[in-house]
């Protein structure tokens, strides 16, 4: 049996799991059943507070508003009354009325979309977006945050980096403005 020489990727690699066997500790090492989910919820499906059949979807938003909330995809920059308007109040999401975004919050950017720099508490989900349309790779291979309602699932847009800030950048299309004149 011959021994391959080891190179520095293999050591890195070594290095790795050790650190990581280390950083589990010993009680997660003696138990590593203690942190998986409950056998109940491992094959339950998620189940939103608001449920729409898809024609019950399609009766409440235009066709536009459809193919972004519910099949994910994303309105022309600058199509949105909102893109650039910074009145004062609150974005709730277009499906189910939930007070997504805050004014207060608001990121200042000028790209066409609607930008936050954080949401309200509890407001979302994420995912991950396979498949990146806006990828500068030729096999669109980079993924991006998706966002979502927790509340109904509709999709709202995606966490970005713009300008070395990590933001939210939300089709308007996927809100409804509440102004807080109102």
Not at 77 to 91: E, Q, R
Not at 100 to 116: Q, T
Not at 141 to 163: A, F, N, P, Q, T
Request: with cysteine; proline share 4%.
């Amino acid at each position: 049996m011959t021994r391959g020489l080891t190179t520095r990727r293999d050591l890195l690699a070594g290095g790795a799991l050790v650190a990581a066997t280390f950083a589990l500790g010993r009680g997660a090492r003696a138990n590593p059943a203690a942190n998986a989910a409950p056998p109940e919820l491992v094959d339950a499906p998620f189940a939103f507070e608001v449920q729409r059949t898809e024609a019950e979807w399609r009766a409440m938003l235009t066709e536009d508003e459809f193919a972004i909330l519910r099949e994910g995809d994303t309105e022309w920059p600058t199509t949105s009354p909102l893109w650039n308007d910074y009145s004062a109040g609150d974005f709730g999401c277009r499906g189910c009325a939930l007070n997504l975004y805050s004014s207060d919050n608001r990121a200042p950017i000028e790209k066409g979309w609607v930008f936050f720099y954080h949401s309200q508490q509890n407001a979302l989900l994420t995912d991950i977006d396979h498949g990146n349309p806006y990828s500068m790779a030729a096999d669109s291979s980079e993924s991006l945050i998706e966002v979502h309602c927790r509340r109904c699932g509709s999709h709202l847009g995606h966490i970005l980096m713009v300008d070395s800030e990590i933001v939210h950048c939300i089709n308007g299309t996927s809100l409804v403005f509440k102004s807080a004149e109102a």
